[in-house]
């Protein structure tokens, strides 16, 4: 997605460790003309999908999620970190590492949110290792739901997450691929 | 807000320890069209002031932040819990007591995203004893920021939050404020 692209290339940050920062629009400050451009963008992708729910991980998942949610017509809904006290009840769950903190957790969701009669889209900002994505499709799974595919809005093509979920038979569409970020330049595929 | 009250009462659960849990349709699943609504509402009340950003906390008030910063047309931005590895440099930032998992947690802001010149709406989806938004409201006095005001989706009007945010002369919208959900019965604020 050009707009995407152009502003990564403008306002991203490429930081050790194969760390691009896109907080100044992404998922800290939050570009909100943009997000609903992802979300519309999503939806030409997928729109022959019936899709009845967008699925993602908080927190900055969640407002991609929602703009999907939007142009879709269904609900959004975000699996949570670790169990607070106002999640009860039934949950489906998964082991996460996280790319970004190192820290691994659980994600969870409400078993009363998704079932056998969806057909979810998994929404996400990175793919990098793919840990977040195989977490949410092992929600999906253990619910019994359908998986319509993923749409990420920056892929580290460079690392194994993408290889790894389209392996599995899983479609992923994400809005721009990095290739490499060698000394801070950022290269996309073509 | 009327549509926001008879969800509340149509979905809204109340559990022991004063928790009303609205996860089908606030703050886990996501009902897109109550959010933009939401959004709009907060848009209504506010469009006298200046707004030049809107300032939430992760995970929850993200959704909600976004769909008012929409409605603005101004930059969503949400601090983030905990210190990760891809934010770095200086931050603005604040102890915030949860009082849904009583968990104490710092929360973080990058101090390129808010200046003196900035005049900032707060959202949150709840309102219960206040600490999430003293937090952030420590925030935006650290960057010499201005504040419009605070608009929150639900306020628990039986807890002390309201008042201790009011009593500092800040401005504090609430859309639907619960005086009492004693025996499961909820009662709104007239």
Do not use: W
Request: a neutral charge.
């Amino acid at each position: 997605m050009q707009r995407l692209e152009d502003r990564i290339l403008k306002d991203g940050v490429v930081k050790g460790g194969n760390i691009l920062k896109v907080d100044s629009f992404l998922n800290h400050q939050i570009d909100v003309s943009l997000y609903d451009e992802i979300g519309e963008e999503f939806h030409r992708l997928f729109k022959d999908e019936p899709v009845t729910k967008v699925l993602t991980v908080e927190s900055s998942g969640i407002g991609l999620a929602v703009a999907t949610a939007r142009a879709f017509g269904v609900p959004a809904l975000f699996a949570k970190k670790n169990r607070t006290r106002n999640i009860d009840g039934e949950v489906y769950s998964a082991a996460v590492e996280s790319f970004t903190s190192g820290i691994t957790y659980t994600i969870i969701v409400s078993k009363r949110f998704l079932t056998t009669s969806d057909h979810v889209l998994i929404i996400d900002d990175f793919l990098a290792k793919g840990q977040a994505l195989l977490g949410l499709l092992g929600i999906v799974n253990q619910s019994g739901a359908s998986v319509a595919g993923c749409g990420i809005a920056i892929e580290k093509g460079f690392q194994e997450g993408g290889k790894l979920i389209r392996d599995k038979g899983i479609r992923v569409e994400s809005l721009a691929i990095i290739d490499s970020m060698e000394d801070g330049i950022i290269k996309f595929r073509r």
